[in-house]
């Protein structure tokens, strides 16, 4: 038992680490479209991965925090930001078996990193806002929904690595293989 909860604590991890890991890399080699009050941040279309997979938010949060420290505006943008998609990710986590989980990035975007970033760059709340808005929602509905269509559409196999059980549970490790009759080896 130790080693199937070693090996999942591993796979979880693992994941994390390569949501964490995009994310960061999309924002930043994107930087000119990622950062500022006119910004389409590519990386923003992984915020649907909790879906599907249990420990996104943790990767998303990662992510968002290592690429905002790239973006140069310091603790509000870096604490601020990973805040925000922290909370988007939950809630999306939370809304997987609706249609309403495309909406906490957009809506917590929209609404709370223009509060940190008009001021930052002296230009107004509400436009600032809709444009921000306006660029998570192309972000998460064209680009986001093909990442969550191409992972359904992954063989089962290599699905059971990123996702969870329907009924919430995560999947088992494979029994080891002993030789012995009954262990699946022929």
């Keep these: 038992m130790p080693e199937m909860r070693s090996r ?5 991890l693992a ?3 390569l949501i964490a890991a995009a994310y960061a890399a999309l924002t930043v080699v994107l930087a000119p479209l990622s950062y500022g009050p006119l910004q389409l941040r590519i990386s923003e ?6 879906v599907l997979v249990p420990e996104a938010p943790l990767g998303l949060w990662i992510g ?12 509000w943008d870096i604490f601020g930001g990973s805040a925000v998609t922290l909370a988007a990710a939950l809630l999306t986590r939370r809304l997987r078996g609706s249609w309403l989980a495309y909406l906490p990035p957009i809506v917590l975007n929209g609404l709370l990193v223009p509060a940190y970033l008009s001021p930052l760059y002296h230009v107004p709340y509400l436009p600032t806002a809709a444009a921000i808005a306006a660029s998570e929602a192309i972000v998460v509905v064209i680009f986001g ?5 191409g992972f359904r559409r ?6 059971e690595v990123w996702t ?3 009924d919430g549970a995560s999947r088992p490790p494979a029994p080891a293989a002993t030789g012995r009759k009954g262990d699946g080896r022929p």
């Design 8 to 12: 999942r604590t591993v796979l979880r």
């Design 64 to 75: 968002c925090m290592l690429a905002n420290v790239a973006g140069g505006l310091g603790p």
């Design 15 to 17: 994941r994390v680490a």
């Design 145 to 149: 929904s093909a990442l969550l269509t």
């Design 164 to 166: 969870e059980e329907p």
């Design 154 to 159: 992954l063989p089962r196999r290599w699905l």
């Design 45 to 50: 279309a992984l915020t649907l991965l909790p």
